[in-house]
């Protein structure tokens, strides 16, 4: 059983930064972690994932450019670095985990087993 923490959420005029952390009750190899987020109203989606094996990344269209995906897997932590934020970011972010490879799941939640609470990040225009 993986537990996650995230932090770092908040909010943030257009154009700023946040950086996500999520801390893994145990961080090893083989496993796709990554981010997702879900506006009210919206399905969630998947923003971006990292293979903790190779360190591999993949990024949903629209944050491509912008945003970072990173592992610390001494300190069991995951990161997002988000810079030119605009209000269509606005959301519940939520750092997951599965035991798979990402080019197979990363667009896919239903196939994350474990999950963290959410941060909610607002971007005013």
């Known amino acids: 059983q993986v537990q996650l923490v995230e932090s770092g959420g908040g909010s943030v005029q257009a154009g700023g930064s946040l950086k996500l952390s999520c801390v893994a009750s145990?961080?090893?190899?083989?496993?796709?972690m990554g981010w997702f987020r879900q506006a009210p109203g919206k399905e969630r989606e998947g923003v971006a994932h990292?293979?903790?094996?190779?360190?591999?990344?993949f990024f949903h269209d629209s944050v491509k450019g912008r945003f970072t995906i990173s592992q610390d897997t001494a300190k069991k932590t995951l990161y997002l670095q988000m810079n030119s934020l605009k209000p269509e970011d606005t959301a519940m972010y939520s750092c997951?985990?599965?035991?798979?490879?990402?080019?197979?799941?990363?667009?896919?939640?239903?196939?994350?087993?474990?999950w963290g609470q959410g941060t909610q990040v607002t971007v005013s225009s």
């Open positions: 990292i293979y903790t094996t190779g360190g591999a990344t």
């Open positions: 997951a985990a599965a035991r798979a490879y990402c080019s197979d799941v990363y667009r896919r939640p239903e196939y994350f087993a474990y």
């Open positions: 145990e961080y090893t190899y083989d496993y796709c």
